[in-house]
């Protein structure tokens, strides 16, 4: 079975500039999870996606956004870069609902840098 | 809201000796306590998760950890520290959300 996957891996961009992130789910979840992980903050949680719907957000401004495709798969966007942006996003995946006990699966990352 | 708590941001240990990363939650539900480990440059992968029932949970590599209730604590150990366990590590405990703690960096010393 293949895992979670993101794409692109690399992403170099100025400030001002957006920028939109993917990431296809194991084949057959429903939820998929986005984190912000940066040496200052650790692992923050952006949102989370399930059956298309939004259905938890975290503390983040309103520059960050996202959404599910009907296969599952989900994007993220960040308008306006900053340069405290910079950061490695990662996405996870699971059959149900964050808060459930099933595991939840990471892709690699997304290694954006701002500049 | 659920919160875990890691003390210690590096953990250095010598090749052999015992790893033990300490882990305490905040939770007002019975809590889902996850430890996941990332390599440089790669994605979080799960070491060992408790759900319920038994509260020694044995995971991957030779991980093990105790949830302790009375403690609120789900310490991570390993007898024998290798190499290759040089890595980050995260507590992580779940409710609406799956909460992490701030991880540990574990240094193996040869």
């Known amino acids: 079975k293949a895992g979670v996957t993101q794409t692109p891996r690399y992403l170099i961009k100025t400030r001002g500039q957006q920028v939109t992130l993917s990431c296809s789910p194991i084949s057959g979840h429903r939820s998929v999870s986005w984190y912000q992980q940066t040496p200052g903050q650790g692992l923050q949680f952006l949102f989370e996606y399930f059956s298309e719907t939004q259905r938890n957000k975290g503390n983040f401004p309103g520059r960050f956004s996202g959404r599910q495709f009907s296969n599952s798969r989900s994007e993220m966007n960040v308008s306006t870069l900053e340069l405290g942006d910079s950061a490695l996003y990662l996405c996870?995946?699971?059959?149900?609902?964050?808060?459930?006990?099933?595991?939840?699966?990471f892709g690699p990352g997304t290694r954006l840098t701002v500049l | 809201a659920q919160s875990v708590t890691q003390l210690g941001s590096h953990v250095s240990v010598s090749e052999g000796a015992l790893v033990l990363l300490r882990c305490n939650y905040s939770?007002?539900?019975?809590?889902?306590l996850f430890w996941y480990v990332q390599y440089p440059n790669q994605g979080l992968q799960l070491l060992l998760k408790?759900?319920?029932?038994?509260?020694l949970v044995k995971g991957i590599n030779g991980f093990e950890a105790e949830f302790k209730k009375s403690e609120t604590s789900f310490h991570l150990t390993k007898p024998s520290a290798h190499m290759s366990d040089a890595a980050e590590y995260f507590c992580?405990?779940?409710?609406?959300?799956?909460?992490f703690g701030k991880g540990n960096q574990v240094v193996v010393i040869p």
């Open positions: 408790y759900t319920t029932g038994a509260t």
């Open positions: 992580a405990v779940s409710g609406e959300r799956l909460a």
């Open positions: 939770s007002s539900v019975p809590p889902y």
């Open positions: 996870a995946s699971s059959f149900h609902l964050a808060g459930s006990t099933d595991t939840q699966y």
